[in-house]
């Protein structure tokens, strides 16, 4: 298990996931939110109607229990809500260089 960080245009959370996914992070994450988010049956309470589009509300937390629930064995875990940091240049020192994704 490796540390992450992620945000959905908010505070920085602090994950515990896989290697593989770490290691891959870009990947899960764009096949998340570009793919699945859309496509499966699995992922329609996250569907919202818009006017006369459809489109998607979920959060970093709804892609930890995405790949609790339907990638992986292994449990994520969030570790820390990192208050009041909402970019990447803005680290505490134990953070920096950890793979990062924005939502």
């Known amino acids: ?9 908010s505070e920085l959370s602090v994950f515990s996931v896989p290697d593989e996914v770490a290691d891959n992070l870009q ?5 998340f939110c570009c793919n699945w988010l859309h496509k499966s049956p699995d992922a329609a309470k996250y569907r919202v109607k818009m006017g006369s589009v459809t489109g998607v509300c979920y959060s970093e937390k709804d892609f930890i229990d995405y790949l609790n629930q339907y990638i992986c064995d292994e449990q994520s875990v969030l570790i820390e809500i990192l208050t ?5 240049d803005n680290l505490p020192e134990e953070y920096v260089g950890l793979p990062y994704f924005n939502f």
């Open 27 to 31: 990947e899960y994450c764009l096949e």
């Open 84 to 88: 009041d940091v909402y970019e990447a």
């Open 1 to 9: 298990m490796k540390n992450i960080l992620l945000s959905a245009d």
